[in-house]
């Protein structure tokens, strides 16, 4: 472990003793001190950590009256971004990518029974699936249909990794392709024949005739689906609501007509964005598993498959009652309209 007297050893080692350096190598030198200091920070011991931090914090202002003296240039611009780093109002690719691979602190509690669902009943979902392709004395389920289900697995994945770091937007975006394939899906299996259609040549008939608003209106519903909709606006496409997801606006007390804006890159800082994307991925989870198993109802065990249903259904439930009904309330928004949904859910997809 580095101590605080290896620290103070590497600090002196970068100025000899009686050297008197220009603005520049002082500059050069504290470049040096900040780098040293945050690629070795995980290997130091308390003590020095400590020691580490008040030292960042000298450096940092020193460095920022240091810098205002240098004439424009590219080495002063570097500068000025290295300390705008170290107080964190700057961003580093290798920090930002470093932190999609490990696992986030201090996560909210409807994440963590939200993560916990998506393992338990995605993993049932690929149980299914998995009998599904094993089916020897019944007609096999035809292999676009699997090949499509077994791609929202990934999609799913992808989506639950992106929305424990954060990620709404991006997390939306794979959220609102699970719902566009599950009603592929279900018009595959209703209806063969648009199979053909989907795998030909003819464009213009694809998008015409298995658009999603058009796959929608063939399976008998309303065109228009306001959760794939809010789910386009907040993840896939470049609206304003995609901006605010990333964005927040400051004004300034003593100043109200003074506004600043802040951009976030690395996430989403809403809480309510993880509540939402939380809901999103437990209710599509459950839909997959919904639809897998009237897809297979000739061959998955019909008792296997109710067990897991309502157990989702259930927590689907819970876990809205529990976490949206409250915002919503919170955000003067009428709950008794969101209970209604959730009774209309489980009425609708019980059946």
Avoid at 25 to 47: A, I, P
């Amino acid at each position: 472990m580095i101590t605080r007297s290896d620290i103070r050893r590497y600090m002196l080692s970068l100025v000899p003793p009686g050297a008197s350096p220009d603005s520049v190598t002082l500059d050069k030198t504290l470049q040096h001190l900040l780098y040293w200091l945050s690629k070795h920070y995980d290997e130091m011991d308390h003590e020095a950590q400590k020691y580490a931090d008040k030292v960042f914090e000298s450096l940092i202002d020193l460095a920022e009256i240091n810098v205002e003296n240098l004439p424009d240039s590219p080495q002063r611009r570097r500068s000025r971004r290295l300390y705008s780093l170290a107080r964190g109002e700057h961003f580093n690719v290798r920090e930002l990518l470093r932190a999609l691979e490990v696992s986030p602190s201090g996560e909210h509690e409807a994440w963590k029974e939200a993560y916990e669902f998506i393992q338990i009943y995605l993993q049932r979902v690929l149980d299914l699936l998995f009998d599904l392709t094993r089916a020897e004395r019944h007609e096999p389920v035809d292999v676009s249909i699997l090949g499509l289900l077994f791609g929202c697995i990934d999609e799913i994945l992808a989506a639950t990794h992106l929305a424990r770091h954060n990620y709404y937007t991006q997390a939306n975006a794979h959220i609102r392709t699970v719902l566009e394939v599950l009603d592929k899906v279900e018009l595959f299996h209703n209806c063969p024949e648009w199979i053909e259609v989907w795998a030909g040549d003819d464009v213009k008939k694809i998008l015409k005739e298995l658009s999603p608003s058009a796959v929608r209106e063939k399976l008998g519903r309303e065109k228009f689906d306001p959760i794939y909709d809010f789910l386009s606006d907040h993840g896939t496409h470049a609206t304003f609501r995609w901006l605010q997801a990333r964005a927040v606006q400051r004004v300034n007390l003593q100043e109200p007509n003074r506004k600043t804006a802040v951009l976030w890159v690395g996430g989403s800082k809403l809480e309510h964005h993880l509540i939402w994307t939380s809901c999103f991925l437990i209710y599509t989870v459950t839909q997959v598993l919904l639809l897998v198993s009237r897809i297979g109802e000739e061959i998955l065990h019909p008792e296997e498959c109710m067990t897991y249903i309502t157990g989702a259904l259930d927590s689907f439930i819970k876990f809205t009652e529990k976490y949206m009904v409250p915002w919503a309330a919170d955000s003067g928004l009428n709950p008794d309209e969101l209970r209604r949904f959730l009774l209309e859910v489980r009425e609708n997809t019980g059946k």
